[in-house]
């Protein structure tokens, strides 16, 4: 286990600075785990709190910025491990100010240290409550539940940190000690790999860790302690050769129709989608996959990507639902004239999903087998597809799916025409960075497939 070190210190400043801003206008976004959409609205109202007008400050900004003073005060003897004091200043800042998340998870994660940890996790998640995106909360909540030996419960936290900041290497060195513990020497491994690529610090940290002895002696483990030049040979390669390859999973409808293997039942969805969150699987969007592909961005440990075809209301109404449990985001491809229709998406419903962190793709107008129509009339339905698409969204549309899985290179040739950047087969397989951005291959997900056969297809990149 580790607190963030200094370096965090700034870090939960930058995190407060713009959770205040945030919270101060009003602007939380529902379940929006990468914050980018947030970035510009921030920077502009960054200014705004370095500048404040004397004579327009409310009163209940007044006491949120003093309540925030004692607040930062408390944090620094926190991180000097003065955890008395801490909690006399992280007291006063919410005397002063109940709803202060940031001194309601500072004196969660001290209570945690003093053994009161179920207190301590309380008040965590009652701050996660008035800030569900609060990176540092869902970190501390890690870090507190592996203080009271719940492991999964903290493993699971720390990956939602990560969602939020994918950069977290200390939610990875948590993540990491907990499998030591458990003498996991790949997870292990996995993890503290990726806290020390961020942080150099981390390697050091962990060799006075003792959380890591079970797993201290394996070679592995060794070789990763070692200095930077010296792990840069197989051990590195075969790692990232082992995330160089991610599954992007394929439904149609999640509904209960008997017979229609293109419905699956919400119940089973959710069974997927929890055996996914309880594993250790991290989602990413179609625009990631897209960076990892070109070499570019850095993905978490066991990542996946989901995706719809047609485009249908389930995934709205029953899909979307389930998704946010487990803070998933997905891609709809889209069939544009069905936009609207009965028992497909509506404009609205596909805007609510772009928000909530969704991808819209293409899909055609009509969803025809573009190997038995004139090659013109894939042209045609590109065009009007792709601009119905970004004329409802505002964005531009890069990621297509082709309907029935056909494809030929003339379509592909249009494509990239038209904008786009990737396309997607009904092909099996997982993706590597090897393939054709236009052949993607896609893992099928259908209904009464059975959790071994779903479990098989996203362990195995050869099912
Ligand atoms: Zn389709």
Redesign the pocket.
């Known amino acids: 286990m580790k607190v963030k070190t200094r370096k965090h210190v700034l870090l939960s400043f930058l995190v407060i600075l713009l959770g205040t801003i945030l919270f101060s206008v009003q602007t939380v976004l529902p379940g929006n785990p990468a914050g980018d959409t947030t970035g510009q609205t921030t920077a502009s109202q960054v200014q705004n709190n370095q500048q404040p007008d004397p004579q327009n400050s409310s009163s209940q900004a007044q006491t949120n910025s003093e309540a925030l003073s004692y607040y930062e005060q408390g944090l620094k003897l926190y991180y000097q491990k003065d955890l008395n004091q801490a909690l006399t200043l992280f007291n006063k800042a919410l005397s002063l100010d109940p709803n202060c998340y940031q001194a309601l998870n500072a004196k969660g994660a001290t209570y945690a240290f003093q053994g009161r940890h179920t207190e301590g996790i309380d008040l965590i998640k009652q701050a996660l409550t008035l800030k569900p995106d609060f990176e540092y909360g869902h970190f501390n909540l890690g870090l507190a539940n592996e203080l009271a030996g719940n492991w999964n419960t903290a493993i699971s936290a720390y990956q939602t940190a990560l969602r939020y900041d994918s950069r977290d290497a200390w939610a990875y060195y948590g993540i990491a000690s907990i499998y030591g513990r458990q003498g996991n020497v790949d997870q292990t491994v996995t993890y503290l790999k990726q806290a020390i690529d961020i942080e150099p610090d981390a390697r050091e940290t962990a060799k006075a860790e003792h959380d890591f002895d079970p797993v201290r002696k394996s070679a592995k483990f060794q070789a990763l302690l070692k200095p930077a030049s010296s792990t840069s040979g197989a051990n590195t390669a075969s790692s990232s050769e082992k995330t160089s390859s991610i599954p992007v999973l394929y439904y ?1 409808s999640v509904l209960t129709q008997k017979g229609n293997a293109l419905r699956v039942p919400p119940e089973q969805f959710e069974e997927q989608m929890r055996y996914l969150a309880e594993h250790g699987y991290n989602v990413i969007t179609i625009a990631q996959l897209e960076q990892h592909i070109k070499g570019a961005g850095q993905v978490p440990p066991k990542p996946f990507v989901i995706t719809f ?2 485009g249908y209301e389930d995934n709205y109404t029953k899909a979307f639902p389930i998704l946010q449990k487990y803070r998933f985001v997905a891609t709809v ?1 889209m ?1 544009s004239d069905f936009i609207n229709g009965k028992g497909y998406l509506s404009a609205e419903q596909l805007l609510a999903l772009q928000s909530a962190g969704w991808t819209i793709g293409g ?2 107008a009509t ?1 025809p087998e573009f190997n038995k129509v004139k090659p013109e009339v894939f042209t045609a339905e590109l065009k009007v597809s792709t601009e119905k698409l970004k004329n409802i969204l505002g964005q531009d549309i890069v990621y297509y ?1 082709y ?2 899985g056909k494809y030929n290179d003339g379509m592909i040739k249009e494509l990239q025409k038209e904008g786009y950047r990737m396309a997607f087969t009904t092909k099996k397989g997982w993706i590597n960075s090897r393939q054709n951005l236009f052949l993607l291959p896609r893992v099928n997900c259908y209904a009464d497939m059975g959790m071994d056969e779903f479990i098989k297809r996203v362990t195995n990149p050869d099912y």
């Open positions: 149609h075809d047609d491809f069939v899909h055609s969803h799916a309907p029935f």
